[in-house]
């Protein structure tokens, strides 16, 4: 089979022929439809301090069909849709006391979407409605990381909401946000490139970063935001997060800075925020995405901007490090 394999220290993604694997007892092997690009393959492969290692796969927003069952595997069936929760657990850690899969350090994991073929834990396998797409199923990751830090901001109908950033955790902060029965809710970003699909996704405005920002906000909202969600991950949004937070408002941290971002303690002491930092989901957001995906005010798949062939991938990787029009990149394997 053909996968991508990054070779480690930032140098470029290579596509290389390896074994077909075989399921082993209590494994599925899947032939993979696609998978999509996220913004942390990007920041993973970059050879800083968060690095996905040398000679590794890689890859795990992504769905495919069951080709093969290996011993003991009860409840899945050859043929079936699936798609891939890709962090296993333990399930005996402090990790996974708190039921995010993405904190156990020790759970066979299974982030190996981008190539033709992939041996996964049975237990890691959602199973996919007939009312679902391949590209529904390869999307449930990223829904899942935006539902798991909605869900754990502690959302109350009415809350007036700010989402810092443009990408796609962010355009589905605003998605489960608006589901949840916030009030007003502002996105805010470097640009206008997404602002169409931010009011796609549930936004009432859309304002871009500047001078006036907090004044526009305020005005937005009819007030400052009871949650500010940070989704862009580069240094100075925490800052702005607490420029923004109302007084005993909420900030909950979804951009995953790899880089330190300094704040000043005493602005968000003298508001009393709160701050929050997430990574991740349980099992629980992948099966109410995939059993409720259907049933929101708008298609998720509005953000797939393009399908490519696994082949092009080391070269939409490099794209995609620099100026680009993209949202969301599948990768068709």
């Known amino acids: 089979m053909k996968a991508a394999i990054y070779p480690g220290k930032g140098q470029a993604i290579v596509i290389e022929d390896l074994p077909d694997p075989e399921p082993g007892a209590g494994e599925i092997l899947i032939k993979v439809h696609r998978c999509g690009i996220c913004g942390t393959d990007l920041s993973m492969t970059n050879g800083d301090a968060f690095d996905y290692g040398a000679g590794v796969q890689f890859g795990h927003e992504y769905a495919g069909k069951i080709i093969g069952l290996g011993k003991g595997v009860e409840g899945l069936k050859l043929g079936q849709k699936i798609s891939v929760l890709p962090s296993g657990a333990c399930g005996h850690c402090a990790g996974c006391d708190g039921g995010n899969h993405v904190m156990c350090r020790t759970g066979a994991g299974a982030m190996r979407g981008f190539a033709e073929l992939a041996?996964?834990?049975?237990?890691?396998?959602?199973p996919l409605p007939d009312v679902l797409s391949m590209a529904d199923g390869a999307l449930i990751?990223?829904?899942a990381v935006s539902l798991y830090g909605v869900r754990q901001s502690g959302i109350r109908p009415g809350d007036a909401v700010l989402v810092l950033g443009?990408?796609?955790?962010?355009?589905?902060?605003?998605?489960?946000?608006?589901?949840?029965?916030?009030?007003?809710?502002?996105?805010?970003?470097?640009?206008?490139?997404?602002?169409d699909l931010c009011l796609a996704m549930g936004a009432d405005a859309f304002i871009r970063f500047g001078e006036s920002e907090v004044g526009e906000v305020i005005e937005a909202?009819?007030?400052?935001?009871?949650?500010?969600?940070?989704?862009?991950?580069?240094?100075?949004?925490?800052?702005?997060a607490i420029m923004h937070a109302k007084i005993y408002g909420k900030i909950i941290s979804l951009g995953f800075c790899t880089h330190a971002d300094p704040i000043m303690p005493a602005l968000a002491a003298y508001k009393c925020v709160t701050m929050q930092f997430l990574v991740?989901?349980?099992?629980?957001?992948?099966?109410?995405?995939?059993?409720?995906?259907?049933?929101?005010h708008v298609d998720p798949k509005a953000l797939i901007t393009n399908e490519i062939p696994l082949l092009d991938l080391p070269d939409m990787m490099a794209?995609?490090?620099?100026?680009?029009?993209?949202t969301k990149v599948h990768v068709l394997c």
């Open 119 to 126: 041996r996964l834990p049975a237990s890691l396998a959602i």
């Open 141 to 143: 990751e990223p829904l």
């Open 166 to 195: 443009g990408g796609t955790v962010a355009l589905y902060a605003i998605y489960w946000a608006r589901r949840m029965g916030a009030g007003r809710i502002v996105a805010m970003s470097r640009s206008e490139r997404r602002k």
């Open 221 to 240: 909202l009819g007030g400052s935001p009871d949650i500010v969600y940070e989704a862009v991950g580069s240094e100075g949004m925490m800052a702005k």
């Open 280 to 296: 991740g989901y349980s099992m629980d957001e992948f099966i109410f995405i995939a059993d409720q995906m259907d049933k929101g």
């Open 319 to 326: 794209a995609l490090r620099g100026s680009n029009t993209e």
